[in-house]
Every structure is written in structure tokens, then in C-alpha cells.
């Protein structure tokens, strides 16, 4: 299982859809740890370090609360999945998918705009290929 | 003074016709106090509601395009009473939404999909058949008190479409979740209009339970009124939550001619209900509780006509989850005794 990280503003990661597995989705704050190892002995950069890492973790905090996430892809039915998302007050999410053939991404569902925190469960056909999900948000 | 305390107890009643469920309201009407001789009544009360404010766990939303809905009911009420202390009344309502939501609405095939409505709900609501004992009465020319007892069914006479629409989307909904996730079962909705506030019928028969007190003294008078509604499971097992309203307030006759009576009462008004249930669970997402407080005007015409008028404006609302709330109340009633 990979996920594949999107550095691009508004995403937040793309998800590959297997045959018949769970996908449960990590928090990606995680990568934001244990870089300094190797400065040490160096007083001031451990200094720098700690204010580095105090800095991430408070970046990761807002990014947590900000940053669109697919929680989760499972099996449904025969021939479905279910793809599972929270979303912010007063933001619009767009749940993409990557179509093979042509490379262009396609909303598979739009998250309205709603001014409270919301979950949605959306459902898609499995096919016997993998499919690429990605969740979009603006502003 | 006896056309005095018709016009007290018809402005009594007047003061709960606002609430969407009250059936007692319009029946109290049909029953004034100068009527309580044998004979035929006959009451057309009209209560309009606004409901645009959006509520979020108690915060207000605010936004453009939000979601309203305007709601009418026109109760018809023919009445007789059989005794001065006993009589029955057949409350028919008339109900009209205008409103309008936007709400997803699952499948299990496709991806949800974001539908809006602004459109009207019309049609016959849920009738009901209450009958009025006054356990306690004494008259005078400077003071009165009576106390009276209510008791009814209403029936399922009304659409309840909307109703098994909504359950049906829980149960969608329910199916898409891993078994065992909790979740509201109204989890699937995004709108502060749910399906169940535009129906016009629920399903169910239910009890009406009510007491009510007049009381005056000379120019003055309070009067006082609690109702019960017992809610039993109707539409797709779907039941309501049970709801107590009390009501009442001071008044003074303004005007007490040899042909007519002029008065002005000062309402408040609590009206609380429960958690509704549906798919077998109760839904945060559901109950309220509200204050109001308002004015009402009231007019009695020779031995045969009264009317009365009034405002509730909401104080302090509390509710559940996501629903549209009050913004004021106003109720108007002609009465008719034969």
C-alpha cells in the first residue's frame, strides 16, 4: 500500500484505490519529525531544532485542522467502494479522480460549501484497475 | 361581566395559536367562556411561523442563500359543547410550507447527489378530536376562576411522503457505514429544514393532554395553560418527541362597551420538545426548547363574535444539531358562537 503525496496547494494526498482493501489513510504530520539527529552536539542548532519542531508541530495543528483528508476507502457491496471524508466549515471539497486513459483529473463529488464541520461517504464503482482519488479544497 | 370572560378566555387561547403543533390552541377558541351553554361553536384560527434563522448546536449561522422555511396552518374547529362544563371540538387543519433547502441525498449506487428545493407543501394535516371538561368554576361580577381539563387523540390523517423519504435516506445512509460506526441517524442531512418539518401528517396517533386556568378580577385577569402532547411511533417508525408548551400571562380590558370588549394580555410562552426517533435511535440533531414573549389583542363583537391577534417573539432558543428556528410567531382567531 502507497500513499502518494501531492505538494501542491489545495490537496492534500491521492489515495489508490485497490481490489478489495481497506484503506485506512495516516495523518501525513508525521513526516515532519526526527530530522535532527545529526546536529546534535551542537548546542544552538539543537536550540534551532527545538524551535523548528515546536513550530512544525504548531503548523501541523492548523494544517490537521485545515488541510482536506480522505479517511478512509473500503469495499461496499460487490462492485463498489465507499470513500469517506470530513470537511471544514465554510470550505468546498472536490473529490477527484484520475482517469487513466487521458491523465485529467474528474470530480467524482462536490462537497458544498457549509458554514459547520461535516462528514460524507461517497460511493464509486471498482473496476479491475486502480484508481487514484484525490480531495481538493477551496479557499 | 360575563362578555368579559369570553374575551379573557378567547384571547387566552389566542396567545398559544402560533405553535406549529397546537391543536389545543384552536379548539380554546371555539371554547369561550360565554359559550359555555349548549350549542354549536364554530373557530378559524390562522397561525404563521417564520423560520429563517439557522441554528448549529445553539450558534447562529449566517450566510447567504440559507435555508428557510415559512409555515401556515389554518385550523377549521367546529365545536359542541353538550353541557356548559363538557364539550368536544374536531380540529382540522389546513397546513402550507413555503420553503426552501438544499440537502444531499444518498444512494447506494452513486456518489450523493446536492438537490435544492424551493417549493410549497399544501394539504389536509393530522386531525384531531379533544374533548373539554371544566373541573372547576366560580363566577362573580367582580372575580371568576375556572379550571379545565383536555383530552384527545389526533389522528394520521396527513401526507407523511416526506417522512418515509427521510427514513429511507437514514437507512441509506446506514448501510454505507461500516457496521457499528455511531453516527446521528439523521447524519446524512445538511439542511436546517429537515424532511420531517415539511410533512403534513406524521403517522401517529397521539395523545393531547392539557390544563387550563382563567381567572380575573374586575378589569384584570391571568390566564394559564400547560399542553402534554404524547407522541407514539408513526411514518417508517418514526416518532416525534414528546412536547410540553406553557403559556400564559396578565391582561386588562381596555375598553368595555355595552356591545363590545377591547383587551390587551401580555404572552409568554415556553415550549419544549424532545429528541425525535427514528431507525431505532434518537437524533441529536433533533429537540429544542424555546422562550417567547408577545403581545395580543382581543375583540368581542355582540353575543356571537370574537376575535383575537397577537406576536410571539423568541427570547432565547436552545436546539439540537442543525435546524431552523423561530424568528417570530403571529396568530390571529374568529370565533363564531352559535
Known amino acids: 500500500m502507497r500513499l502518494y503525496w501531492q505538494p501542491v496547494v489545495g490537496y492534500r494526498q491521492c489515495v489508490p484505490m485497490s481490489h478489495n482493501r481497506v484503506v485506512p489513510v495516516s495523518s501525513p504530520l508525521r513526516i515532519q519529525t526526527g530530522a535532527g539527529r545529526a546536529f546534535r552536539r551542537a548546542w544552538f542548532i539543537q536550540a534551532a531544532i527545538l524551535v523548528g519542531l515546536i513550530g512544525s508541530v504548531a503548523t501541523g495543528l492548523r494544517l490537521q485542522a ?4 480522505i479517511s478512509r476507502i473500503e469495499p461496499f457491496l460487490t462492485d463498489q467502494v465507499t470513500i469517506h471524508f470530513d470537511t471544514d466549515a465554510n470550505r468546498t471539497y472536490q473529490l477527484q479522480f484520475l482517469h487513466l486513459p487521458t491523465g485529467n483529473w474528474s470530480n467524482l463529488f462536490v462537497a458544498p460549501k457549509i458554514p459547520f464541520p461535516n462528514h460524507y461517504i461517497v460511493v464509486d464503482y471498482r473496476t479491475n484497475q486502480s484508481r487514484l482519488y484525490r480531495l481538493r479544497v477551496t479557499p | 361581566m360575563r362578555r368579559g370572560s369570553l374575551f379573557l378566555l378567547v384571547g387566552w387561547m389566542g396567545s398559544r395559536l402560533g405553535a406549529a403543533g397546537c391543536e389545543l390552541c384552536a379548539i380554546y377558541s371555539a371554547d369561550n367562556a360565554q359559550a359555555r351553554n349548549a350549542g354549536w361553536i364554530a373557530t378559524v384560527s390562522e397561525s404563521f411561523i417564520s423560520y429563517h434563522t439557522v441554528l448549529f448546536n445553539d450558534h447562529e449561522l449566517s450566510g447567504h442563500d440559507l ?4 409555515t401556515s396552518i389554518t385550523h377549521l374547529v367546529p365545536g359542541y359543547n353538550f353541557t356548559p362544563e363538557l364539550g368536544v371540538n374536531l380540529s382540522i387543519p389546513l397546513v402550507y410550507h413555503h420553503f426552501q433547502r438544499t440537502d444531499l441525498r444518498y444512494s447506494l449506487t ?4 446536492l ?6 407543501e399544501f394539504g389536509l394535516g393530522d386531525v384531531s378530536l379533544i374533548g373539554r371538561w371544566t373541573a372547576f368554576r366560580r363566577a362573580g361580577m367582580e372575580t371568576s376562576v375556572a379550571v379545565s381539563v383536555l383530552g ?3 389522528f394520521p390523517t396527513g401526507d407523511t411522503d416526506r417522512i418515509a423519504d427521510e427514513v429511507q435516506q437514514t437507512q441509506i445512509y446506514d448501510a454505507l457505514l461500516p457496521p457499528g460506526t455511531p453516527h446521528d441517524p439523521l447524519g446524512h442531512s445538511i439542511s436546517g429544514v429537515h424532511q420531517h418539518d415539511l410533512t403534513l401528517g406524521s403517522g401517529s396517533f397521539d395523545g393531547i393532554f392539557g390544563v387550563t386556568m382563567l381567572s380575573r378580577w374586575d378589569r384584570y385577569f391571568f390566564n394559564a395553560q400547560f399542553q402534554y402532547y404524547l407522541r407514539t ?3 417508517s417508525g418514526y416518532t416525534y418527541g414528546n412536547e410540553l408548551m406553557v403559556a400564559g400571562g396578565p391582561g386588562a380590558y381596555l375598553l368595555l362597551g355595552k356591545s363590545y370588549t377591547f383587551n390587551l394580555q401580555a404572552n409568554a410562552g415556553y415550549d419544549t420538545m424532545a429528541r425525535d426517533e427514528l431507525a431505532g435511535r434518537l437524533s ?4 429544542w426548547t424555546a422562550w417567547y414573549l408577545g403581545p395580543q389583542l382581543g375583540l368581542t363583537v355582540g353575543n356571537h363574535f370574537s376575535t383575537v391577534a397577537g406576536v410571539d417573539i423568541p427570547v432565547h432558543i436552545t436546539a439540537n444539531g442543525l435546524q431552523n428556528v423561530p424568528d417570530y410567531r403571529v396568530h390571529a382567531s374568529l370565533v363564531w358562537r352559535f
Open chain 1, 66 to 69: 485545515t488541510e482536506p483528508q
Open chain 2, 67 to 70: 435555508d428557510f422555511r415559512d
Open chain 2, 110 to 113: 452513486d456518489p450523493p447527489v
Open chain 2, 115 to 120: 438537490r435544492s428545493e424551493h417549493s410549497t
Open chain 2, 152 to 154: 384527545g387523540v389526533k
Open chain 2, 233 to 235: 411511533e408513526g411514518e
Open chain 2, 284 to 287: 441529536n440533531r433533533t429537540g
